[in-house]
């Protein structure tokens, strides 16, 4: 079983749509979960950062963390065509990077 | 803007020759790092420096080197470059108290003929 894993996609949603991109993890001592968008031929973006359990919110973007499941969830409302990149998931073990590793990445097309 | 630059975005080189990458940052970022992505693969760590404390990856080929001459520049050389080494390089920074925040540079795209 891979450390991270990701679906690889590609997910297409038409506009308006809400996403939901996933990672499930193994490791039972990451603490700190962070969502990357990757435009293609570009490097990786920070989009959102979470310590530990529990939901977070940035304008359309929501990130929840469910620990007993080894589960993390990114949702994008009213999605738009300018969202489409793929999205890695990432997390580590503590604040200094510890064990710190990328999901594969789910490639995510919205279609006007 | 604060960023980190890389150059150059687009690379060619002949197998087994030398290839030096460069990235450069205005972040004033401690901590420096190396990737290596592969077509649809996640970005694979290569070597990170905190400051000029550098730290190699279990699992990184002893073709690659790297070199951090002040604060800002950070060098990736690859000494004999074989086809599997093409790929995108991508710098990332972070700031010494949030390793887990990495602003990455646009990348450099290696090919291998």
């Known amino acids: 079983q891979k450390e991270v894993e990701q679906d690889p996609g590609p997910l297409s949603v038409p506009e308006g749509a809400i996403v939901s991109l996933n990672c499930t993890y193994s490791?039972?001592?990451?603490?700190?979960f962070m969502w990357y968008r990757q435009y293609s031929r570009k490097g990786p973006e920070l989009l959102m950062y979470t310590y530990s359990s529990g939901n977070k919110e940035d304008g359309r973007f929501t990130a929840q963390v469910d620990k007993s499941s080894k589960y993390i969830s990114l949702f994008i409302r009213d999605s738009q065509p300018s969202d489409s990149a793929t999205y890695l998931c990432a997390m580590s073990v503590g604040n200094y990077g510890q064990n710190f590793v990328f999901g594969p990445g789910t490639r995510l097309s919205v279609l006007p | 803007d604060a960023m980190v630059i890389q150059n150059p975005r687009y690379q060619v080189t002949q197998f087994g020759k030398p290839v030096t990458l460069s990235c450069s940052q205005t972040l004033n970022h401690n901590v420096m790092y190396w990737y290596q992505q592969k077509s649809s693969q996640a970005p694979k760590l290569l070597f990170h420096y905190y400051d000029k404390d550098f730290n190699n990856e279990a699992d990184t080929p002893d073709n690659f080197q790297s070199r951090r001459p002040n604060t800002s520049f950070c060098f990736l050389d690859i000494r004999s470059p074989g086809l599997g080494d093409a790929a995108m390089y991508l710098c990332?920074?972070?700031?010494?108290?949030?390793?887990?925040?990495?602003?990455f540079g646009p990348g450099t795209r290696l090919t291998v003929t």
């Open positions: 490791n039972s001592a990451f603490q700190y």
């Open positions: 990332a920074t972070s700031p010494s108290g949030s390793w887990n925040e990495q602003y």
